[in-house]
């Protein structure tokens, strides 16, 4: 009989040290976050790599000072990736790019629970223009 009430404190024990990653995150969205023009920094990419480089850790740098001084505001991570390489080539590429550059972000001091990661691939039309195509923008919503 002891051996239930063991398996429960035990899973009640590592429930307690989950990271705090996993926590519920802050109630908000990005719609309309690439609207925004007001402290939103670009991290480029090189063409079809996830990978950082230095300009993109100096710009995540940057970002990251200012979300740990306005610990208020949330911030969106919105990856883009060049069309080129298909629709689901293309979504996968700006959502690792996104996931890159929000654990450089959590590594720079940043709550992960503030931090929204998203693809962001423009229109598979041809015909919608796509600024910045290898980067991920970072945008530090206004303070509610």
Same mark, same amino acid.
């Given at each position: 009989?002891?051996?239930? #009430?063991?398996?429960?404190?035990? =899973?009640?024990?590592? !429930?307690? !040290?989950?990271d705090?990653a996993a926590?519920?995150? /802050?109630?908000f969205?990005?719609?309309?976050? *690439?609207?925004?023009?007001?402290? &939103?920094?670009?991290?480029? %990419?090189?063409?079809? $790599? ?12 940057a970002?990251?000072? !200012? ?9 969106? &991570?919105?990856? #883009? ?9 293309s ?10 550059? $929000? !654990?450089a972000? =959590?590594q ?9 990661? *998203? =693809?962001?691939?423009?229109? %598979?039309?041809?015909? &919608? =223009? ?13 303070? /509610?």
């Amino acid at each position: 009989m002891r051996a239930p #009430h063991m398996a429960g404190v035990l =899973a009640a024990g590592l !429930l307690a !040290l989950a990271d705090p990653a996993a926590a519920q995150p /802050r109630p908000f969205n990005c719609v309309g976050a *690439e609207q925004l023009e007001d402290d &939103v920094i670009a991290v480029p %990419f090189a063409r079809n $790599s996830t990978n950082l480089g230095p300009a993109g850790r100096s710009a995540i740098e940057a970002a990251a000072a !200012l979300a740990r001084a306005e610990p208020g505001r949330n911030i969106c &991570v919105l990856g #883009h990736a060049n069309r080129a390489a298909g629709a689901e080539t293309s979504t996968q590429i700006a959502a690792r790019r996104a996931r890159a550059v $929000s !654990l450089a972000l =959590a590594q720079g001091g940043v709550e992960r629970d503030r931090v929204r990661a *998203e =693809a962001r691939v423009g229109a %598979f039309s041809g015909r &919608v =223009a796509e600024p910045g195509a290898r980067a991920v923008t970072i945008v530090i919503l206004p303070a /509610r």
